[in-house]
């Protein structure tokens, strides 16, 4: 099965676009051309992807290259979500650290092939979690930290080291951000059929194949997302990964 282009998925996304139009201004959201705005833009991006992916495919190399480019979208993107665009080398630390780990795995098996069709989706797919899982994180940390500001001080009076001190504001922050991940993998097969599998049976494999694939990307998610919230805490804590006002207001 495939889905190709063509006026009947014009017509469906014209249409669910204007469902979802017509939730906004039946729920009085603001700025309701914002999602006509964000489908023109996706369309723009996947149709310019399609054709990216179709050249670098054939090679290692290239495909290498433009998983690269993707990680750093997602650098800038989560770093302009979370206001520490000056913070961007720690926060490209902290995702390393999550997804380097999760890549070697899945080559080292030899799970997925050295090959371009193979990694980009997998890669890809799983750097955008890491962005996502990296947001979380240090949204909730960073909110957390400006509205408990008399408890960080009280804990440096109490003779608490600055790392310390941001800890007893921001570790139990830490698993929320995780929750969406987890979620995503608990209800897989029963209120979720993700898009590996989904792709994978489009593709034309055997629903056994598409649950082994699905199965591979969600634990590479969980594993590189956890990983990466562990490692912004700690940068957190250590002054490195923040925004300029946090940067001012938590020197010890």
Not at 105 to 117: D, F, M
Not at 149 to 155: D, F
Not at 217 to 238: K, N, P, S, Y
């Amino acid at each position: 099965m495939t889905i190709d282009p063509g006026l009947p998925v014009a017509l469906a996304v014209v249409l669910l676009l204007g469902v979802t139009v017509a939730g906004y201004v039946a729920g009085r959201i603001a700025r309701p051309a914002s999602p006509v705005l964000a489908m023109a833009r996706a369309i723009g991006q996947l149709g310019v992807a399609a054709v990216v992916i179709t050249v670098v495919v054939r090679s290692v190399l290239l495909s290498v290259l433009l998983l690269c480019v993707m990680f750093a979208v997602a650098v800038v993107t989560t770093t302009g979500r979370v206001e520490a665009r000056g913070a961007w080398q720690w926060a490209t630390v902290a995702m390393l650290a999550g997804l380097l780990p999760v890549v070697v795995v899945v080559l080292a098996t030899r799970t997925i092939p050295p090959t371009g069709i193979a990694l980009i989706p997998v890669v890809g797919i799983i750097t955008g979690n890491t962005m996502n899982g990296h947001t979380l994180v240090c949204r909730r940390a960073f909110a957390a930290l400006r509205e408990e500001q008399g408890q960080y001080e009280a804990a440096l009076s109490l003779g608490l080291t600055r790392a310390q001190a941001v800890g007893e504001v921001i570790h139990r922050r830490v698993p929320e951000a995780l929750v969406p991940g987890l979620d995503q993998v608990r209800t897989a097969g029963l209120v979720t059929l993700p898009g590996a599998f989904i792709g994978v049976l489009l593709g034309g494999g055997t629903p056994a194949q598409a649950a082994a694939a699905q199965v591979l990307v969600l634990v590479g998610i969980m594993a590189a997302q956890t990983v990466t919230a562990v490692v912004a805490e700690d940068l957190i804590g250590r002054g490195l990964l923040l925004p300029a006002d946090l940067r001012e207001s938590l020197r010890p």
